[in-house]
Antibody
Framework: EVQLLESGGGLVQPGGSLRLSCAAS????????MNWVRQAPGKGLEWVSL????????FYADSVKGRFTISRDNSKNTLYLQMNSLRAEDTAVYYC????????????WGQGTMVTVSS | EIVMTQSPATLSVSPGERATLSCRAS??????LAWYQQKVGQAPRLLIY???TRATGIPARFSGSGSGTEFTLTISSLQSEDFAVYYC?????????FGGGTKVEIK
């Protein structure tokens, strides 16, 4: 079964850092762009970042640009999100999501990992 | 940034009835529009991409239409499992953005 499994969430103080991981299985990981999408408690969805299949191109939402870095290790079928200078407004469930073929619609989602930024 | 506006915020519908959800883009996104369903405590599920193409395994009662700035998701006959929040998302340019969602609740 095609699957994405996030890990690395937790409680962090404002200004701190956290690295999220997303392990992919049962598809050719390197063939697809991958994304991070977040959802603050009780709120809607917000796209955070995308990386292409080869890891050579990245895109970010303005709200995280300069603070978050997306990367991938295709040899390990794993996607990452390095989050620095965290703020209270970064508190959310973070989902990794696979882009569908040549479209940037998201056909496979992980179960999400909660990040809480609080002192 | 393209702003996606969904209406209504909440839609009350009886089982078996038709539901029509709207999504408007602040500028043209061509047909680069997707719809998702999200149930409480679950990740979103892709329903529609390319404005009108159903994703794998999505029942035929879900249909999408529109292009440019105006889009519609129609659920022809609501089933109990369809009560959820629905989001539209464009992928025409960066940044990708979602609408605020429409909650479909039981009337």
């Amino acid at each position: 079964e095609v699957q994405l499994l996030e890990s690395g969430g937790g409680l962090v103080q404002p200004g701190g850092s956290l690295r999220l991981s997303c392990a992919a299985s049962e598809f050719t990981f390197s063939n697809y762009a991958m994304n991070w999408v977040r959802q603050a408690p009780g709120k809607g969805l917000e796209w955070v970042s995308l990386i292409n299949g080869g890891g050579t191109s990245t895109f970010y939402a303005d709200s995280v640009k300069g603070r978050f870095t997306i990367s991938r290790d295709n040899s390990k079928n794993t996607l990452y999100l390095q989050m620095n200078s965290l703020r209270a407004e970064d508190t959310a469930v973070y989902y990794c999501a696979k882009s569908y073929s040549g479209y940037h619609a998201f056909d496979i989602w992980g179960q999400g990992t909660m990040v809480t930024v609080s002192s | 940034e393209i702003v996606m506006t969904q209406s209504p915020a909440t839609l009350s519908v009886s089982p078996g009835e038709r539901a029509t959800l709207s999504c408007r883009a602040s500028q043209s996104v061509s047909s680069k529009l997707a719809w998702y369903q999200q149930k409480v405590g679950q990740a979103p599920r892709l329903l529609i991409y390319g404005a009108s193409t159903r994703a794998t395994g999505i029942p035929a009662r879900f249909s999408g239409s529109g292009s440019g700035t105006e889009f519609t998701l129609t659920i022809s006959s609501l089933q109990s499992e369809d009560f959820a929040v629905y989001y539209c998302q464009h992928y025409n340019n960066w940044p990708l953005t979602f609408g605020g969602g429409t909650k479909v609740e039981i009337k």
